[in-house]
């Protein structure tokens, strides 16, 4: 179970990083979209996932080689504005909740569609 000091560790780490994104000049990391974001106990290692259901598979690639390359200066910026002693090292994911939401909403909607019937 998640304590309320690691979620609210979680969601400003997910603030910082959405915030060093808009301020890099790559417009393709401009558009992406941070669902979330976890980090571990004693801030070793952060989970990061965005949205990516809009995007093909390159476009895909891309992004991740994009947010590899900026990790360093992702980095510095969480330090900045965190006060943190130390930044976690970060993995993107692609957040694959929101499809299966879909999925699951989609599901439903046609239960409830043949039992009207």
Known sequence: MDS??????DAGLLEY???????LDDPRLHGITLTRAHCSRGKYHAHVYFDAQALDTQT???????LKKATPLLRAHVLQVSGWFKCPKFSFHIDESLEQERRLETLF???AKESRC
């Open 4 to 9: 309320v000091h690691a979620k609210r560790l």
């Open 109 to 111: 909607k046609a239960i």
């Open 17 to 23: 990083i959405q915030e060093a994104l808009s301020a």
């Open 60 to 66: 895909q690639k891309e992004i991740f080689h994009a």
